[in-house]
Nanobody, 123 residues
Framework: QVQLAESGGGLVQAGGSLRLSCAAS??????VGWFRQAPGKEREAVAA????????YYAEFVKGRFTISRDNAKSTVYLQMNRLQPEDTAVYYC??????????????????WGQGTQVTVSS
């Protein structure tokens, strides 16, 4: 099973930007999703991208602010986050599964998960 490692989190002021990276241990023939979990809340899908990178999904609350992309040559998926708000504060995780559909609708513990990266947005 592929291993994933997130990076790029940190502390940023409201209105700022961060770029998260999800690096895979080997060639990633998978769809990949970014999820987040804030304290006391359920984990939620943020964005996802298919294997070829030509289909993306965005949660309504990030549309127009976040962009997901991938560089298959580097086995890395990115999440560019702009105009960050305090409500974006959470641990962000990436998840890899066979298809985009599985990323978005499969069992919560399915596929490969990274360890997460903390994003904190101050007001």
């Amino acid at each position: 099973q592929v291993q994933l490692a997130e990076s790029g989190g940190g502390l940023v002021q409201a209105g700022g930007s961060l770029r998260l990276s999800c690096a895979a241990s080997r060639r990633t023939d998978y769809a990949v999703g970014w999820f987040r979990q804030a304290p006391g809340k359920e984990r939620e899908a943020v964005a996802a991208i298919n294997l070829n990178g030509d289909t993306q999904y965005y949660a309504e609350f990030v549309k127009g602010r976040f962009t997901i992309s991938r560089d298959n040559a580097k086995s890395t998926v990115y999440l560019q986050m702009n105009r960050l708000q305090p409500e974006d504060t959470a641990v962000y995780y990436c998840n890899a599964r066979s298809t985009l559909r599985e990323v978005l609708t499969g069992p919560a513990d399915g596929g490969s998960w990274g360890q997460g990266t903390q994003v904190t947005v101050s007001s």
